[in-house]
């Protein structure tokens, strides 16, 4: 497994936008499948994005679509999400994960083997 530091998480008002960070360990990080993945209060751990390996092909969840951001700097090691136009309703403790075995990632929480702490992104409305 390889270690993820997830940072810039924090208190925005509705409309505001972050940008969340997610620093890897590990010799061979551009050969991951970096994903996102966010948990509300009661409800499961859902996908926001995932950015692959290679091509870098970029995948996001519906309800994000168009607003959120993924992309990757290998130089660093290190993963981001953008997000703009944020809603009540991306509060969440956001999660960083890593595909190291297959690099393609994928949208369930089985896809992936590493995951960091995690970090609060509250939105006010």
């Known amino acids: 497994q390889v270690q993820l530091v997830e940072s810039g998480g924090g208190l925005v008002q509705a409309g505001g936008s972050l940008r969340l960070s997610c620093a890897a360990s590990?010799?061979?990080?551009?050969?991951?499948?970096m994903g996102w993945f966010r948990q509300a209060p009661g409800k499961e751990r859902e996908f926001v994005a995932v950015?692959?390996?290679?091509?870098?092909?970029?995948l996001y969840a519906d309800s994000v679509k168009g607003r959120f951001t993924i992309s990757r700097d290998n130089a660093k090691k290190t993963v981001y999400l953008q997000m703009n136009s944020l809603k009540a309703e991306d509060t969440a403790v956001y999660y960083c994960?890593?595909?190291?075995?297959?690099?393609?990632?994928?949208?369930?929480?089985?896809?992936?083997?590493?995951w960091g702490q995690g970090t609060q992104v509250t939105v006010s409305s």
């Open positions: 590990g010799r061979t990080f551009s050969t991951y499948a």
């Open positions: 950015i692959r390996w290679r091509t870098e092909r970029t």
């Open positions: 994960s890593a595909d190291t075995r297959s690099g393609i990632g994928g949208t369930s929480p089985t896809d992936y083997e590493s």
